[in-house]
Antibody, heavy 120, light 112 residues
Framework: EVQLLESGGGLVQPGGSLRLSCAAS????????MSWVRQAPGKGLEWVST????????YYADSVKGQFTISRDDSKNTLYLQMNSLRGEDTAIYYC?????????????WGQGTLVTVSS | DIVLTQTPLSSPVTLGQPASISCRSS???????????LSWLQQRPGQPPRLLIY???NRFSGVPDRFSGSGAGTDFTLKISRVEAEDVGVYYC?????????FGQGTKLEIK
């Protein structure tokens, strides 16, 4: 059974940093691209970032480019999102997502999400 | 970026009646590999999104057959043949043909 378990969210002051983690199980993690998607309170879904493999191919939404860094540790089956210089508009539930085999962005499983609140 | 426009944004439906949601793309979603990566997600209140339909018309594992998808190119439709109470939530179309991955605004399905 595929499981994605996000952690690391919380309350942070503007300008602060957080690192989110997504622990994956039930599939061959190292062979899949992995992504983060966020959802601001009461709003729709916004793709944030994708990492293709540990070789380093990464993609970011323009809204977070230069601010967030996606990474992975295949030995731990874990995906990360380092978020710096956080602003109020980064407040959201952050989901990690796994794609269908052979694709990068065609998500079939989503985690439960972790809430990030940026506020003083 | 590919813009996905959903209509309607709100859909009050009587239990047992059909529902339909449209998704129009600003450009063709046909990938260079020949596939069209248009999916439909369901998000029940307080829950993460859940995949319903992928590549236009393929039901994901465990999805009831009252859900169906159709369309081609830039115009797509999600249909629920007979709405049940558990179908309440927000439905999103999303494309995986190109970066950045984008989503429709969401359609809120509610019971009359």
């Amino acid at each position: 059974e595929v499981q994605l378990l996000e952690s690391g969210g919380g309350l942070v002051q503007p300008g602060g940093s957080l690192r989110l983690s997504c622990a994956a199980s039930g599939f061959a993690f190292s062979t899949y691209a992995m992504s983060w998607v966020r959802q601001a309170p009461g709003k729709g879904l916004e793709w944030v970032s994708t990492i293709i493999n540990s070789g380093g191919s990464t993609y970011y939404a323009d809204s977070v480019k230069g601010q967030f860094t996606i990474s992975r540790d295949d030995s731990k089956n874990t995906l990360y999102l380092q978020m710096n210089s956080l602003r109020g508009e980064d407040t959201a539930i952050y989901y990690c997502a796994k794609p269908k085999a052979g694709t990068w962005l065609d998500f079939d499983y989503w985690g439960q999400g972790t809430l990030v609140t940026v506020s003083s | 970026d590919i813009v996905l426009t959903q209509t309607p944004l709100s859909s009050p439906v009587t239990l047992g009646q059909p529902a339909s949601i449209s998704c129009r793309s600003s450009q063709s979603l046909v990938h260079s590999d020949g596939n069209t990566y248009l999916s439909w997600l369901q998000q029940r209140p307080g829950q993460p999104p859940r995949l319903l339909i992928y590549k236009i018309s393929n039901r994901f594992s465990g999805v009831p057959d009252r859900f169906s998808g159709s369309g081609a190119g830039t115009d797509f439709t999600l249909k629920i043949s007979r709405v049940e109470a558990e179908d309440v939530g927000v439905y999103y179309c999303t494309q995986a043909t190109d970066f950045p991955k984008t989503f429709g605004q969401g359609t809120k399905l509610e019971i009359k």
